[in-house]
C-alpha cells in the first residue's frame, strides 16, 4: 500500500475536504492505484535534469504603474455569499 | 463557420434568423450539450452583426454562433465548470478571447457542459448530467470540452470554445467527428478561464473543419498583458488556402502505436497518415521514449497545480456556500465536501499529497524533471520532422458506465494527447475515419512551438481530399 | 542574562509604497473604505491571474543594494499554500527558494558599540486582506483591501544577541527603508511589521536552543519587552530543567508576557511550489547600476555627513536623522545659515520637533519652511530680538504662517539695542531706587538682577539682555 487511510485523511484535511469511513476506503483504494502507476517514474534517470515548470519561460513580464484602471470591483462583490456593507462575512476566526 | 459567413452574404440570410435557428434547435437537443442559453444575449449580438454586415463588414466572423465551455468567463452569464460550489458564480468580466469575439461580431449562444472544473474525459462528472455523443447517445462524447464537441457536432453552433488540459479538446474532437486545436502553450490568453492546471491549460477552437478553426483561433490567438504566461511571439498568418505538404516530414512515433491501440483506431490513422502521404509528405518513423511517462508525470503535475488553483473556493467571497456551519473550520469543510464531486476531490487530495512534505522531491519535482526530458525529446525530434502524426486516442467513444469506478485506466487514454500539454506545444485532431460501430475516429498533428499555421494548414489540405469531416451523426 | 546567550533573529514585512498592488492595478493606499481598492484579481475570482508591478521589483533591488546583498540574476515566484479568510486565492505569491536579494548586512550600534547583522535574504510577496472581529457576535468580517499590496520580507539571520541590538537593528532597517523612499516605516499602521526568533543557550555553548517564534510586535517599547520576557522565560524554563517547545507565542502587552498561540492549523505544511502564473525574474547589471545611480544618501551617511560638516553630537544627529524628511528640513536651514548650524539643530530639536510631537502632523506640511526658520535664527543672531522673543515669534509663525521679519514689524517687537537710548532708561531706573542702588554699591551685586528686570520692564521686554545687563553694571558702578 502506497498511502495509509491516516495518510488520506491527513491529505483531505489539508485540502479541507471531509470523507466518511466509506469514501476514506475508496479513495484510498483509488489514490493507491494512482500512485503505484507512478512508480514507473522511477525508471527514468533524471541525475542532473532542471525540472521544467513553464513550457516557455520568458523573463521579466511586468505591468508598469498607471498602464490601466481596475476593472469589475463592485461586480465582483455582487457575487459575496454573504455581505454586511462591503466586508465578508465568515464565522469567527479564533487567532 | 465560413458557410455561414458565406449564406449571411451571399444569399442574404439574416444573422437574426440564423441564430434563431440555432437557438430553436438547442431546445430540442437530446444531448445535453448547453448548460445555459443565452437567447437575449445571443439575438441582440445578431442584431448588431446584422448592422455590421448590412454596412459592409467583411468580417468572417460578424453574426457567427458560437458556444463557450463553461469554465470560460461570459460576462453576466453563470461560469459554473459544471460544479455545485460555482452554481451561483456570475463573472464580472468577459474572459479575453471572449472579449475578442465579442469585438469580432460573434455571437455567444451559450455554455456548454463540461467535466467538473473540466477534471475528466467524459463529460459526466458535473454538477449538470453527462453529455450524450451525438453519433450515439449511449456512449460518451468524451471530454472535458464534451459540450462544445457535441454543440458542434449536432449543429447546434457553428463554432465553439473549448479548454485542454491534458487532451480535453482533442478527445472529444475525436469521439465525436469534429475538428479540435489545441494551441501552443501561451498562444490564446488564459485570462477568463478558470484554472485547472495553469502550465498545461489553453483555450482552442472546436469546429466542423480545419479551415472554420483557423478562423476562430486567429480571432482568439495574441498577447495578452493580463496574463503574464501568454507569449508575445508573433505567429506566422494561417493561409486558409491549406498547405503544400511536398518535401513535409512527417514523424510517426513508435510509442504511440503500441500496445493498447484499438485495432480499428490504428487502421483509420494509418490511412489518414498515408493519405498525407499521397499529398507528397515524406514519412519517417521517430521515437519518443518519454510519452511513456507521460500519464504518470501528467498526473501529478495537474494534479498538484489543480489542487493549489481550487483552494479559492472556500463560499467567503463567492460561490455557495454550505449553510448552518458552526465555526470557520467547519464553513472550509462543508463548503467543500457538499461543493465538490469525487473526480475533484480525487485529484485535490492527489494533488496534495505529490506536494506535501517528504513527498514534494519524489513526485513533484521528479515529475518536472521527466518533464523537462520529455520536452528534449520533442525537440529532437522536431529537428528532424516538421509535423507529427498519431492517433488522438486509444479507442473510440466508449459506453457511458463504462469506465466507472477505474480512474487509473480513464487517465491511461490520455496518453497521446497528454505530451502537447506538458511540452506546451501546438496538436490538431482530425477525423480520419470511423470504427465498425460509426464511431469517429481522429488523427492527431503536432508541430513546433507556435506552428499552427503548419499544422491548421495540413489539416485543411487534408480535409479538402477527404470528406470525414463532412459526415454528420 | 547571566550565564545564558540570548540568540534572535529578526522577519520584518515591509509594506511598500508603490502606488498599486503587486499583481493588480489596484491603489495600494491604506484608509479606504472596506472592499473598495479590489477588483477580481485580488479577490482570488475564478479565471484571475496575476501581473507583477515591476517598481516592486525595483524597490528589492534598491533594498538588497542598500543592505550590501547579492541581488540575483534570477529570481522566480512560489506559492505558500494555506486556508484563511482574509486570503482569497487560498495561496500566497510569495518567493521561496530562489528569492531576489541574499548574503547583505545591517551595521548597528548598540550603546555606543558597533554591531553587525547579516541579513539572510529578502524577498517579495504579497501581503493579505484584513480580518476583524465582533466581539458580542460569532462572526469576523473580510475586508480584502489590503490583500495584494506589495511586501519586502526582510530576513535577518540570528546574529543579534540582546533586546537593545534587536531595537538598534530594526530601528536602522527602518529608517533605511524610509530613506529609500520604499516604505513608510510606520508601525501603528502595520506598514513596518516585525517577528522575532528567540532561543537562549547556555553562554558560550556553541550549539543553537530551540528557538520560538514570538508575534503581535506593535512597537519599539514592545519588541523590546517581548524580547526580554521570552528570552528570560526560556531561560528559566531550561533552568529548571524542562525544554523549551518549539511554538508560536503572541506577545500579550497589557500583561506583559508571551502566550502560546492557539494553533490554526494542524502542520504548516505550504507545498511550496514556483508559480506557474508568474514569470521568473531577471536582474542584469544594467537594472542594477540604474538602481545604485540613483540611490539617494543612505542614513549611515547622513548621519556621518552631520557630525562632520556641521559638528553635531550624536545624539542630536540620531533626533535630526529621524526621517529623511527631517534631515533634508534641517539641512536646509543649515545651508541658509551656513555659520550656525548649531542653532538650526537646537531649533529644530526644541520648536519645531516640540510642535509636530504635541499637535501631530508632518515635517513636509509643516508650516515654517527652512528658509522661514533660518529668517528666524538670523533676527536672534543679529541681535534683533531676544532668544526669549523669538520663541513667541515662533509660535506666532507656526499658526500665521507669516514670516519672523513681517512679524516682528508688526508687532514693533524689534529688540532694544540703541545704547544711547538705554543709557538714558537705565539712568531712570537708577534714578528711581537709590536705597537699592546705594546698597548695590556697598556690596550687594545680586541687585544687578533687580535693576536689569526694571529696564526690561520699563522697556517693555524689548532691551536686548546682554547690553542692558553690561550698561546697568556701567552706570552703577560709577
Known amino acids: ?95 | 463557420m465560413l458557410e455561414t459567413a458565406r449564406r449571411y452574404r451571399k444569399n442574404g440570410v439574416s444573422p437574426v434568423r440564423e441564430v434563431s435557428g440555432f437557438l430553436e434547435r438547442i431546445t430540442r437537443d437530446t444531448c445535453n450539450a448547453f448548460v445555459a442559453v443565452d437567447r437575449d444575449g445571443a439575438l441582440g449580438a445578431a442584431e448588431e452583426a446584422q448592422k455590421l454586415i448590412e454596412g459592409g463588414s467583411e468580417d468572417h466572423l460578424a453574426g457567427v454562433p458560437l458556444a463557450v465551455k463553461d469554465n470560460i468567463c461570459v460576462r453576466g452569464i453563470p461560469a459554473t465548470c459544471a460544479s455545485k460550489i460555482l452554481s451561483t458564480f456570475v463573472p464580472a468580466c468577459d474572459a479575453t478571447v471572449v472579449e475578442r469575439l465579442r469585438k469580432r461580431g460573434a455571437v455567444i449562444l451559450g455554455k456548454t457542459n463540461l467535466d467538473e472544473f473540466a477534471m475528466g474525459s467524459t463529460t459526466s462528472t458535473g454538477a449538470f448530467g453527462p453529455t450524450l455523443n451525438p453519433w450515439d447517445p449511449t456512449r460518451t462524447p468524451g471530454g472535458s470540452s464534451g459540450g462544445s464537441a457535441a454543440a458542434v457536432a449536432s449543429g447546434l453552433c457553428a463554432g465553439a470554445l473549448g479548454s485542454d488540459t491534458g487532451g480535453s479538446i482533442r478527445m472529444p474532437a475525436s469521439f465525436c467527428g469534429i475538428t479540435g486545436l489545441k494551441p501552443t502553450y501561451g498562444a490564446v490568453s488564459r485570462f477568463g478561464l478558470v484554472a485547472f492546471a495553469s502550465s498545461l491549460d489553453q483555450i482552442g477552437p472546436m469546429a466542423p473543419s480545419a479551415r472554420d478553426a483557423a478562423v476562430l483561433f486567429e480571432a482568439i490567438r495574441g498577447h495578452d498583458p493580463r496574463d503574464s504566461t501568454s507569449a508575445t511571439a508573433a505567429h506566422p498568418p494561417l493561409n486558409l488556402d491549406g498547405l503544400d505538404l511536398r518535401g513535409v516530414r512527417i514523424g510517426v512515433p513508435d510509442e504511440f502505436f503500441g500496445e493498447g491501440l484499438d485495432h480499428e483506431v490504428e487502421r483509420s490513422v494509418t490511412f489518414g497518415i498515408s493519405t498525407l502521404e499521397n499529398l507528397g509528405a515524406q514519412v519517417k518513423r521517430i521515437s519518443l521514449p518519454m510519452v511513456r511517462y507521460g500519464v504518470a508525470v501528467y498526473y501529478i503535475v495537474a494534479t498538484a497545480e489543480a489542487s493549489s488553483n481550487l483552494a479559492r473556493y472556500d463560499g467567503v467571497r463567492y460561490g455557495k456556500r454550505a449553510q448552518g456551519v458552526g465555526d470557520l473550520l467547519d464553513l472550509y469543510l462543508e463548503t467543500r465536501t457538499q461543493g465538490f464531486g469525487d473526480e475533484v476531490k480525487r485529484r485535490i487530495m492527489l494533488g496534495t499529497y505529490v506536494l506535501s512534505a517528504g513527498y514534494r522531491e519524489a513526485y513533484y519535482r521528479k515529475a518536472s524533471q521527466v518533464r523537462a526530458l520529455m520536452a528534449r525529446d520533442f525537440e529532437r525530434a522536431f529537428g528532424e520532422c516538421d509535423l507529427i502524426a498519431g492517433p488522438a486516442t486509444p479507442v473510440t467513444a466508449f459506453g457511458l458506465n463504462e469506465m466507472a469506478g477505474d480512474p487509473l485506466s480513464l487517465y491511461l487514454l490520455d496518453i497521446y494527447t497528454i505530451p502537447a500539454n506538458l511540452t506546451g506545444l501546438p496538436a490538431l485532431c482530425v477525423p480520419c475515419g470511423f470504427g465498425g460501430e460509426g464511431l469517429p475516429i481522429g488523427m492527431q498533428l503536432m508541430a513546433p512551438a507556435f506552428r499552427e499555421d503548419l499544422l491548421l494548414g495540413a489539416g485543411i489540405s487534408f480535409q479538402d481530399c477527404t470528406r470525414f469531416h463532412r459526415v454528420k451523426p | 542574562m547571566k550565564g545564558w546567550d540570548t540568540v534572535i533573529g529578526l522577519e520584518v514585512h515591509a509594506q511598500l509604497l508603490t502606488d498599486t498592488k503587486a499583481f493588480c492595478p489596484c491603489s495600494s493606499r491604506t484608509g479606504s473604505p472596506p472592499n473598495s481598492n479590489t477588483c477580481p484579481v485580488c479577490l482570488g475570482m475564478p479565471g484571475t491571474l496575476p501581473v507583477l508591478n515591476r517598481r516592486m521589483v525595483d524597490f528589492g533591488i534598491r533594498l538588497g543594494l542598500a543592505t550590501g546583498c547579492t541581488v540575483a540574476a534570477r529570481s522566480v515566484f512560489a506559492r505558500k499554500n494555506y486556508f484563511y479568510p482574509d486570503l482569497p486565492k487560498g495561496y500566497q505569491i510569495t518567493q521561496h527558494t530562489e528569492p531576489l536579494c541574499s548574503d547583505g548586512y545591517v551595521d548597528v550600534d548598540v550603546e555606543g558599540e558597533p554591531r553587525r547583522v547579516r541579513v539572510l535574504r529578502i524577498h517579495m510577496e504579497e501581503d493579505a486582506g484584513k480580518t476583524t472581529h465582533d466581539a458580542g457576535r460569532p462572526v469576523s468580517f473580510v475586508d480584502c483591501n489590503r490583500a495584494g499590496v506589495p511586501l519586502l520580507e526582510i530576513v535577518s539571520m540570528p546574529d543579534i544577541t540582546s533586546p537593545e541590538m534587536a531595537v538598534s537593528y530594526l530601528k536602522e532597517l527602518r529608517l533605511i527603508l524610509m530613506y529609500l523612499g520604499i516604505c513608510d516605516g510606520s508601525m501603528e499602521e502595520g506598514s513596518f511589521r516585525c517577528d522575532a526568533n528567540v532561543s537562549v543557550k547556555p553562554a558560550g555553548d556553541p550549539r543553537l536552543g530551540t528557538r520560538t517564534e514570538v508575534k503581535n510586535l506593535n512597537s519599539f517599547r514592545n519588541i523590546h519587552r517581548a524580547l526580554e520576557y521570552e528570552a528570560a522565560r526560556q531561560a528559566a524554563v531550561l533552568a529548571s530543567g524542562g525544554e523549551v517547545v518549539q511554538e508560536t507565542r503572541l506577545w500579550n502587552a497589557s500583561l506583559g508576557r508571551t502566550e502560546p498561540m492557539r494553533s490554526k492549523e494542524e502542520s504548516d505544511d505550504y507545498r511550496y511550489f514556483p508559480e506557474p502564473d508568474l514569470m521568473p525574474v531577471i536582474v542584469d547589471e544594467a537594472w542594477k547600476e540604474s538602481a545604485r545611480a540613483s540611490m539617494p544618501e543612505l542614513p549611515a551617511a547622513v548621519r556621518a555627513r552631520f557630525m562632520e560638516r556641521y559638528g553635531l553630537s550624536p545624539s542630536d544627529t540620531l533626533v535630526l536623522t529621524a526621517s529623511p524628511d527631517l534631515a533634508r528640513y534641517f539641512e536646509e536651514g543649515a545651508g541658509l545659515l551656513p555659520e550656525a548650524p548649531k542653532d538650526i539643530a537646537n531649533w529644530v530639536m526644541t520648536g519645531v520637533l516640540r510642535v509636530l510631537n504635541e499637535g501631530g502632523g508632518s515635517i513636509a506640511s509643516f508650516p515654517v519652511s527652512p528658509d522661514m526658520l533660518a529668517g528666524l535664527v538670523s533676527l536672534v543672531r543679529g541681535g534683533k530680538i531676544s532668544g526669549h522673543m523669538a520663541k513667541d515669534v515662533f509660535t506666532e509663525m507656526v499658526s500665521s504662517g507669516r514670516t519672523a521679519g513681517a512679524i516682528v514689524e508688526e508687532k514693533g517687537m524689534s529688540q532694544l539695542s540703541d545704547e544711547e537710548r538705554l543709557r538714558e532708561i537705565a539712568a531712570g531706573v537708577v534714578r528711581a531706587h537709590p536705597g537699592e542702588a546705594g546698597r548695590y554699591r556697598s556690596g550687594k551685586e545680586g541687585l544687578l538682577g533687580f535693576f536689569v528686570g526694571k529696564l526690561m520692564e520699563e522697556t517693555g521686554g524689548k532691551a536686548n539682555p546682554k547690553l542692558a545687563s553690561r550698561i546697568m553694571k556701567e552706570l552703577l558702578n560709577l
Open chain 1, 1 to 95: 500500500m502506497k498511502i495509509t487511510d491516516s495518510q488520506v485523511l491527513h491529505v483531505a484535511a489539508l485540502a479541507r475536504l471531509k470523507l466518511d469511513p466509506e469514501e476514506v476506503k475508496r479513495f484510498r483504494a483509488e489514490l493507491n492505484s494512482v500512485l503505484e502507476y507512478m512508480d514507473l517514474l522511477s525508471e527514468v534517470d533524471t541525475d542532473g535534469i532542471e525540472p521544467l515548470h513553464h513550457p516557455f519561460p520568458a523573463g521579466n513580464v511586468f505591468r508598469h504603474e498607471g498602464a490601466e484602471p481596475c476593472r469589475g470591483a463592485r461586480e465582483a462583490l455582487e457575487n459575496a455569499p454573504h455581505r454586511e456593507g462591503d466586508l465578508f462575512v465568515v464565522p469567527k476566526v479564533i487567532e
